[in-house]
């Protein structure tokens, strides 16, 4: 690879395989992640670690951030992977590199971090949820945070504890580390700011088809997502008065929010 002088470039650590629907609509996960955050002038490049390809040291110097994605495995488990990605992610630490987990790469964030992540203690979370931003949030005080956000979640793991150095950011009535940040360098969120309404809902139909969940958390998904219908829009938002712009419900279209709120930090 070839540095790009000026440029910004991004990597994606992708932790799971695409499904045949995404590959088709959004090119992939990758397509979906960089939907969502790519900024005009920037340079995505993807790195499959679930299936073994990972990032060299002489590559991992020309990147200015990394997003790692979700993935169906568990976080807490020691595939041979997931071990090498831990030590990725310490490398990415020591060498104070933006670093962006979602989902399943909240939780390996928060592991590297030395936290513990293991199965949630109330089961699945799958469909919309409130989650509510802390008040005495210190590190992001300046963007003037919503107090709280509606945000896509489909996850049966969580973040059960997080070393003192750690902050926690967001929480909510299920999961009580929603978003987290160390330092200025390291973010975790537990949802899918990512996903669209489609997404979440061909999802619930893999997960239910495989037994990995039951009829009852599909139906509860599916109700969650379509009470959220009519807040399907996106918002004005601007970095300096980002708060007075943001509605409680903002999700499926990937909002104009996270969009922002990403880009300040991955910057």
Not at 35 to 51: H, T
Request: include cysteine.
């Amino acid at each position: 690879m070839e540095e790009l002088s000026g440029m910004k470039r991004f990597a994606v650590l992708l932790c799971a395989e695409d499904s045949d629907y995404v590959k088709k609509k959004y090119g992939g996960y990758f397509g979906v992640f960089v939907r969502m955050l790519a900024e005009d002038g920037d340079v995505w490049d993807v790195f499959r670690v679930c299936s073994g390809h990972f990032p060299s040291d002489e590559e991992i110097e020309l990147y200015d951030g990394f997003v790692i994605t979700g993935s169906c495995n568990d976080a807490h488990g020691n595939d041979a992977w997931i071990c090498k990605l831990l030590i990725l992610l310490k490398k990415l630490d020591s060498l104070n590199k933006k670093v962006l987990g979602i989902c399943f790469g909240h939780q390996i964030l928060a592991r590297s971090l030395g936290g513990k992540v293991a199965r949630a203690a109330t089961g699945w979370d799958i469909g919309v949820r409130t989650i509510h931003f802390s008040t005495s949030i210190k590190t992001l005080a300046n963007m003037k945070l919503p107090a709280r956000l509606s945000l896509i979640e489909c996850h049966r793991d969580e973040v059960r504890e997080l070393p003192s150095k750690v902050e926690v950011l967001a929480s909510s009535d299920k999961t009580k580390v929603e978003m987290f940040r160390y330092g200025d360098h390291i973010m975790g969120v537990q949802g899918h700011p990512e996903y669209t309404k489609d997404i979440l809902t061909h999802l619930i139909d893999r997960l239910l088809q495989r037994n990995y969940i039951e009829e009852g958390n599909a139906i509860n998904g599916r109700e969650s997502v379509d009470k959220q219908e009519c807040d399907n829009r996106q918002y004005p938002v601007t970095n300096s008065s980002m708060a007075s712009h943001v509605s409680t419900c903002m999700h499926f279209e990937v909002p104009n929010f996270w969009k922002i709120f990403f880009n300040c930090f991955l910057n």
